[in-house]
């Protein structure tokens, strides 16, 4: 199991420097440079040469690859010319945003997929299954901005029972006012998100379910006496929970991917958001920062993924 | 797959029970493919009901966006801006710009569904060959695009298609279908390629290989008539996801450029607070179409699933 483990540990460090490469040419493509936002019509071309120059804007590209990632090690970022701030310390307040509304999403998820998935196994073929099936194929088809935007419609302006945008009310005092105030804002787009992202876990733990039921430990627990319900909430229930646990890093991912829609919407100041802000205002070295932020948070999403599911599942594990 | 596996897969395939030798004919018995969906769908009325709506949607925008002429949807009067549904004959009423929100609505779902359609074409024809040609022959090439596919799931490829768009200089709905499309063959890809494999194994490939066909012949005139129920529904199922994506972007406001309409930026009218919470009618039909749209698909696309999986038949 170690030598898996470590095998995919190692398979990341190509991976993050192809992930490196591949945003540092985006980030070439992108048009302008560091200084085309303090460059004024009175501005000196042949300064602004010299500073161009000095920044290594006319090396080969590997010099050039090489100094940005060389900077990025050091947690230089670059500067946002946009907000006249290192882009470091913009990404720092908008993480802890995104991060909190991901893991509220995430609860909220596996709090309604799980019953559902293991009511629609369970009963197979029954009206609540097909109920459930159905529920499967709306959150499924329907894209997710719809969805947004409808909770926002009904919950937000016709019946008023949540907020319309933001992360906290301002009149929050205290520490414990403010955590409310936070979950208060993060509820109704956490929960809307959480149940379209229940597609997956319910069509994985139903089918999962269904196979595990003529398996021969049910069987035997059957043959002992085990009355139903313990069947299920115990033994098959335990057997389908840890691939789902393993599926959770994938789900982080498609989260942290999908905050741009959700926040934008919701107008919730995250990555997401920032990173649609930073493109209408060409901020490219913001953009840059939270596409390569965002890869290498969803390749650790998928090693974690792999590692729990090579413990769980000894099948998969790489000979 | 390695000399045991295959042996394995050998000793479990052997003892079949009468049953599942009976199913097995009944399958390569049954009449075609046409009457066998007819069948399923009598069984799932939701999905007859779907299919049926479906096809009046399509028909309806096919047809009446003749009748549109590009005028009309794009031509600005403010003095007409947001009218209520119903006055001056304007049936839905009319948006920011003045502009008949039915029109827009039929040349809009005109738009997104012909993009997601050409999405789907481009998304299919190289997944479909990737996957037959890396299923088909293996080896290292086999494993280095497996592992490029592998990469490229994970990343966040909305942010990646949204940096994209915004980095083309010259731009217009062929370039985002190209953009999108290039990110969208890896699902396909990988559900070919596996189904290629299993296929690849078969008594009559290997009979057709000993008797001497070419290997094209046996991808083209063998291998894929067989997997095309599979390539239906995915193209089906992907086909509803490629709205999606489109109209997303469009929404965000990074699809399709100004003035050639979609159902996405019809509802972006509604990030305005105002328009959102007070004028419904400018961006509910909008909406209320692609959920109609997309979840008639999945449906429609369960049934084909079902026809191309014996065992999920419904009877």
Known sequence: MWKTILRRVLIMIPQIIILSALVFMLAKLMPGDPFSGSIGPNTDP?????????????????????????????????????????????????????????LLTLIISYAVAIPLGMTAGR???????????????????????????????????????????????????GLIQEFFSRIYHMILPAALAGIIGTTSTIQYLRSEIIDSKSQDYVRTARAKGVPTHKVYSRHIFRNSLLPIAAFAGFQITGLIGGSVVVE????????????????VTRDYSVVTAIVLFTGILALLGSLLSDIIMSIVDPRIRIE | MSEKQE??????????????????????????????????????????????LLIVIFLTIIIWSFFISKETVTSVSIMD?????????????????????????????RNSLMIAFMITLIGQFFGIIIGTVTGYFRGIVDTIIMRIIDFWTVLPFLMIIIVLVSIVTKYNEWTLIWIIGLFSWQGTTRLIRSKVLSEADRDYVRAS??????????????????????????????????????????????????????????????????????????????ALLIIVITVGISFVGQVLRRTADARQRLG
């Open chain 2, 209 to 286: 290989k000993t008797s001497g066909s070419s290997n094209f012949m046996i991808i083209f005139r063998e291998i894929l008539p067989n997997l095309a129920s599979i390539i239906i529904v995915d193209s089906t199922l992907t086909f509803a996801g490629n709205i999606g994506i489109e109209t997303t972007l469009s929404f965000l406001g990074f699809g399709l450029p100004n003035g050639t309409p979609s159902l996405g930026t019809m509802i972006s009218a509604a990030t305005d607070p105002d328009v959102l919470s007070s004028k419904p009618y400018v961006w509910a039909p909008a």
């Open chain 1, 123 to 173: 009963f197979e073929g029954s009206r609540r299954d097909r109920g459930i099936v159905i529920f499967n194929f709306i959150t499924f088809g329907v894209p997710s901005f719809v969805v947004f935007l409808l909770g926002l419609f009904f919950f937000g302006y016709q019946l008023g029972i949540f907020p319309t945008a933001g992360t906290i009310n301002p009149d929050a005092t």
């Open chain 1, 264 to 279: 934008n919407v919701f107008s919730y100041p995250g990555m997401g958001q920032l990173f649609l802000t930073s493109i």
């Open chain 2, 81 to 109: 801006q947001y009218l209520t549904p119903g006055t001056d004959g304007h049936l839905l009423g009319t948006d920011e710009q003045g502009r008949d929100i039915v029109s827009m609505l039929i040349a809009s779902a």
């Open chain 2, 7 to 52: 042996k394995n897969e050998t000793l479990v395939d052997t003892p079949r029970t009468i049953k599942e030798v009976d199913e097995k004919d009944v399958v390569v018995s049954a009449p075609s493919g046409i009457s066998t969906i007819i069948r399923e769908f009598k069984r799932d009325k939701t999905a007859l009901v779907a299919a049926i």
């Open chain 1, 46 to 102: 042949k300064q602004v040469e010299a500073l161009k120059r000095a920044a290594g804007l006319f090396d080969p590209w590997y010099t050039q690859y090489w100094h940005w990632v060389q900077n990025l090690f050091h947690g230089d970022l670059g500067q946002s010319y946009a907000q006249k701030q290192p882009v470091a310390t913009i990404l720092g307040n908008r993480i802890g945003n995104t991060v909190w509304l991901s």
